[in-house]
């Protein structure tokens, strides 16, 4: 499926994804990847515009995806490069379930959506992008999000820019 108005899709499609990538490298601890784009927005505390970052807890980090399925699509992730759900503490695993549970609320008031895809993509046969470092997508759902453009041309319509939406829910 092609996202239309979407210029981070581009990026995406056109391979620029690698030089962003390593232009962006930051130092970071001895158990964090520095490839690792979650790893990079933890050390990167300077950078939480550019990136998207918008939350930090002490467990966790929440951020915009940079390629969304639907307007408001975020990730939220452990601090830690942990790739098993086995691996995460009882605290970690608390506080990820309380940050969907608070961008639940923070989504519904700012954005009026009428339901949530909540998951988690666990390796890459399931279609973890990242397999090293487990990250819970939340993608607001509309009725009608199915749209016709979906139905007749395979195409989507993600509507608003990545920075508009990160200084509305960042505010709220
Ligand atoms: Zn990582």
Redesign the pocket.
């Known amino acids: 499926m092609d996202t239309l108005w979407a210029p981070w899709r581009m990026a995406y499609v056109g391979g620029e994804q690698h030089a962003r990538d390593v232009s962006a490298l930051v130092e970071v601890g001895a158990e964090?990847?520095p490839d690792?784009?979650?790893?990079?927005a933890?050390y990167d505390a300077n950078n939480d515009s550019r990136r998207h970052v918008l939350r930090r807890t002490e467990l966790s980090i929440s951020v915009l995806n940079k390629f969304p399925y639907n307007n408001g699509h975020l990730l939220v992730?452990p601090r830690?490069?942990?790739g098993r759900l086995d691996g995460m503490t009882e605290a970690e695993h608390v506080e990820l379930v309380r940050e969907i549970d608070r961008w639940v609320t923070v989504l519904e008031k700012t954005m009026n959506p009428q339901g949530f895809n909540i998951g988690l993509n666990l390796g890459h046969a399931a279609g973890a992008g990242?397999p090293?470092?487990l990250h819970w997508h939340i993608v607001p759902r509309w009725v009608g999000d199915v749209n016709f453009m979906t139905s007749i041309a395979s195409a989507k319509v993600v509507p608003q820019s990545l920075d508009a939406l990160w200084e509305i829910l960042v505010a709220e």
Do not use: K
Not at 36 to 40: N, V
């Open positions: 964090a990847d690792c784009f979650l790893c990079q933890v992730a830690r490069h942990c990242l090293g470092h």
